[in-house]
T-cell receptor, first 112, second 113 residues
Framework: DTAVSQTPKYLVTQMGNDKSIKCEQN?????MYWYKQDSKKFLKIMFS???????INETVPNRFSPKSPDKAHLNLHINSLELGDSAVYFC???????????FGPGTRLTVL | AQSVSQHNHHVILSEAASLELGCNYS??????LFWYVQYPGQHLQLLLK??????LVKGIKGFEAEFIKSKFSFNLRKPSVQWSDTAEYFC???????????FGKGTKLSVKP
């Protein structure tokens, strides 16, 4: 059974489009995250949710909006996609903010 | 702001060589420390973690790390690397008011067969 799953795995789209990435965890964790990994493999946290409430919102363009319909899901919606948004986006979850994080398989977003 | 430094950007070793990857962090209080590995094209997986107790921590696949509080370091070691250890390695630290894990920039390990 997949602990943290993301869909889609690959996403190729045109500049200006709006797209969503879905994340689900079946670990019963309270906290979920979105990270962006650029071409140099640098991992940058974007958002963190604890029990459906936003607790971290790093300096991210407001074109990115997280949505947590319940504790097990944290989706990422991106408006007006730009070339610089091309990256791998990882979802993660943890039983608490100080604990080990479990990562999803990643979504490779390519904006043309 | 807290930071995590991984000194080596790219390490190239031959099989059976010993490995040590450096990690230093800036926060002086109580920390939780992690090493993650990312194999090519895959997601991050936990290698080992330190919360408290014995500062020498053993992880999966023969990896270990030593927490040296006085040096703010948590270096990763493996006595004999294999070709399958080729991957990106990330050190991460949780501590203080940051409220989230801070990742280092990663070290790429290439092991020649």
């Amino acid at each position: 059974d997949t602990a943290v799953s993301q869909t889609p795995k690959y996403l190729v789209t045109q500049m200006g489009n709006d797209k969503s990435i879905k994340c689900e965890q079946n670990l019963g964790h309270d906290t979920m995250y979105w990270y962006k990994q650029d071409s140099k493999k640098f991992l940058k946290i974007m958002f963190s949710y604890n029990n459906k409430e936003l607790i971290i919102n790093e300096t991210v363009p407001n074109r990115f909006s997280p949505k947590s319909p319940d504790k097990a899901h944290l989706n990422l919606h991106i408006n007006s996609l730009e070339l610089g948004d091309s990256a791998v986006y990882f979802c993660a979850s943890s039983p608490g903010t100080s604990n080990e994080q479990f990562f999803g398989p990643g979504t490779r977003l390519t904006v043309l | 702001a807290q930071s995590v430094s991984q000194h080596n950007h790219h390490v190239i070793l031959s099989e059976a060589a010993s490995l040590e990857l450096g990690c230093n962090y800036s926060y002086g209080g109580t920390v939780n420390l992690f090493w993650y590995v990312q194999y090519p094209g895959q997601h991050l997986q936990l290698l080992l973690k330190y919360f408290s107790g014995d500062p020498l921590v053993k992880g999966i696949k023969g990896f270990e790390a030593e927490f040296i509080k006085s040096k703010f370091s948590f270096n990763l070691r493996k006595p004999s690397v294999q070709w399958s250890d080729t991957a990106e390695y990330f050190c991460a630290v949780y501590g203080g008011s940051q409220g989230n894990l801070i990742f280092g920039k990663g070290t790429k390990l290439s092991v020649k067969p």
